[in-house]
């Protein structure tokens, strides 16, 4: 594990407490692949990891917990939950009914200067892509689909969204460590399109697409614990 350094970060306007940096801290490495799933840490082994007390550290467990993005077992270690199938089917029907929500509300909202910077993140994305750069390719794919939906200016779905992106994003890593980038088809193409030309049906289609691209690779690559 990447040995961490918290600081005592300020804006021009406020700090951030260290008990809210130690859970984006811990909320970042379970999204992009700090955390794989059946390998257990300590409290103890991320506070020191972390450079903080106990305290932060087990307030930002318990968050995490909450989120169902972590799971606490006995002599205070810490797991990624299992994704049986009947979740991962649930969350990628929840992907679909909300994300694609999120985009057509965004639609209306979204300026020229905006498709510019998604069309900005999707070129990183293509080096990613090309380099083979797995966590760099997580990241600008969270960050085109988060800056997208951002500009729907809806508060409750996009909260809804996170909580589920926690839950998959670990495994999303797992896959891509087995299989690399290669076989990946870049659906945010498709969507750029579509908001160009502001084509409701277009964009359902490629967000649809590409949401099911990432949950698909979920479906045949993990061995789920339900399955015979």
């Not at 994300?99 to 639609?107: F, K, P, R």
């Not at 750069?133 to 794919?141: I, Q």
Request: glycine share 6%; proline share 3%; hydrophobic share 40%.
């Amino acid at each position: 594990m990447t040995k961490t350094t918290l600081h005592s970060a300020s804006t021009s306007d406020a700090v951030v407490p260290v008990h809210e940096q130690v859970y984006q801290q811990l909320r970042d490495r379970i999204l992009f692949g700090g955390f794989l799933p059946g390998k257990a840490v300590t409290l103890r082994g991320l506070a020191d990891d972390l450079g903080v007390s106990a305290m932060p550290v087990r307030e930002a467990v318990r968050r995490l917990i909450a989120e169902n993005a972590l799971e606490l077992h006995g002599n205070r270690r810490v797991f990624i939950p299992d994704l049986s199938e009947k979740v991962i089917n649930e969350i990628w029907s929840a992907r679909r009914l909300l994300e694609v929500e999120l985009a057509l509300m965004a639609l209306k909202n979204l300026s020229d200067d905006d498709i510019q910077s998604l069309q900005d993140i999707d070129e990183r994305i293509d080096v990613s892509l090309e380099t083979g750069d797995v966590e760099g390719y997580m990241r600008g794919n969270y960050e085109f689909h988060f800056y997208l939906y951002s500009q729907s200016k809806s508060e409750v779905l996009i909260k809804l969204v996170r909580n589920l992106w926690v839950q998959f994003g670990p495994f999303m890593r797992l896959v891509y460590g087995r299989s690399g980038t290669a076989n990946l088809e870049d659906q945010h193409k498709q969507a750029l399109e579509a908001l160009k030309s502001r084509d409701q049906r277009a964009l359902r289609a490629a967000l649809e697409a590409d949401i099911s691209q990432g949950m698909g690779f979920i479906q045949e690559t993990i061995c789920l614990p339900d399955k015979v």
